[in-house]
C-alpha cells in the first residue's frame, strides 16, 4: 500500500504534469504515485475505472466516482460521487457525498444527497442529508435530515436538530429540536426545547438536557464516595 499526496491533479497551463496526471488517472489500471504538484485552484478526479489502494493527502477538491481504500485529507473539498466508494477516514472543510463512505469523517460542512452513505463517525459543524446515516452524529452548530433522509445511530447530537425524515436512536439537542411534517424520531430524546409540527412523529422517551446535570452528577457522586470513605476510616477508628 502506498501514500498518494495529491496537490490538484488538474492543474492550470503553466503545470507541466497535466498531462501525466490525466494519464495515471484516466486508465483502469493500478499506478504507484508519490507526489503530484498543481495549483490550488483546480480539481483532482479519479475516474469511475479507477481503484486506488492508499492515503491521499493534497489541497483545494477532489471528486472521487471511482474506489479508494485508504483515507483522505484534503485542505478544501472532497466529492463523492455516486459510482464513488471511500473505505477510510476523511478530513476536509466541505464534503458533499452522493456515493458511499465506510468510514469516520470530520468536516465543517456535510451534504449527503439522497443517494448517499455514510457509516461509523461524523464529526461537523453543520450537517444537511437527504441520505443515509448509520453513524455517530455530531454537529456543533445544526443537522438538518430532509425528507428521504434516514439515520440509524448510537447518539446523535447538536444545538440545533431538525428533522423532515426519519431518525432511529439516541438523541440530544441542546438547544432545539424541531420535528416537521412527516418528520419521525424514535429512541431516547435529550432536548432543552422543542417543537412538532402537525404530521410531525415522536415514539420513545424524552428527556430535559441541563447542561450543569453531568456536573452536578458528578459531584453528587464525589460527595456521596468522600462519605463514605470517612465513614469508613471512623469504623475502623473504632474498632
Do not use: W
Amino acid at each position: 500500500m502506498v501514500n498518494l499526496f495529491i496537490v490538484n491533479a488538474i492543474s492550470g497551463p503553466e503545470e507541466s504534469t497535466k498531462g501525466e496526471i490525466m494519464a495515471i488517472f484516466g486508465k483502469s489500471e493500478k499506478k504507484t504515485v508519490t507526489e503530484v504538484k498543481s495549483n490550488s485552484s483546480s480539481t483532482t478526479i479519479i475516474t469511475s475505472c479507477m481503484e486506488i489502494e492508499g492515503n491521499i493527502k493534497g489541497c483545494g477538491t477532489i471528486h472521487i466516482d471511482g474506489t479508494v481504500h485508504g483515507d483522505l485529507h484534503i485542505d478544501e473539498s472532497v466529492v463523492i460521487g455516486k459510482s464513488g466508494v471511500v473505505y477510510g477516514n476523511v478530513h476536509a472543510k466541505k464534503v458533499m457525498v452522493s456515493g458511499k463512505l465506510k468510514g469516520s469523517l470530520s468536516c465543517n460542512i456535510l451534504e449527503v444527497t439522497q443517494t448517499g452513505a455514510i457509516s461509523n463517525k461524523i464529526e461537523a459543524k453543520e450537517i444537511i442529508s437527504d441520505g443515509t446515516l448509520e453513524a455517530v452524529v455530531m454537529a456543533e452548530n445544526m443537522i438538518h435530515i430532509t425528507q428521504n433522509g434516514k439515520v440509524e445511530t448510537e447518539k446523535m447530537q447538536s444545538k440545533h436538530i431538525v428533522v423532515n425524515g426519519h431518525i432511529v436512536g439516541s438523541l440530544i439537542a441542546t438547544e432545539l429540536l424541531e420535528i416537521n411534517k412527516d418528520g419521525q424520531v424514535k429512541g431516547e430524546m435529550t432536548v432543552k426545547k422543542i417543537k412538532v409540527a402537525e404530521g410531525g412523529l415522536m415514539l420513545g422517551t424524552m428527556l430535559t438536557y441541563e447542561a450543569s446535570n453531568t456536573v452536578k452528577t458528578v459531584n453528587t457522586r464525589s460527595e456521596e464516595k468522600s462519605n463514605n470513605e470517612n465513614e469508613s476510616e471512623k469504623e475502623t477508628l473504632e474498632n
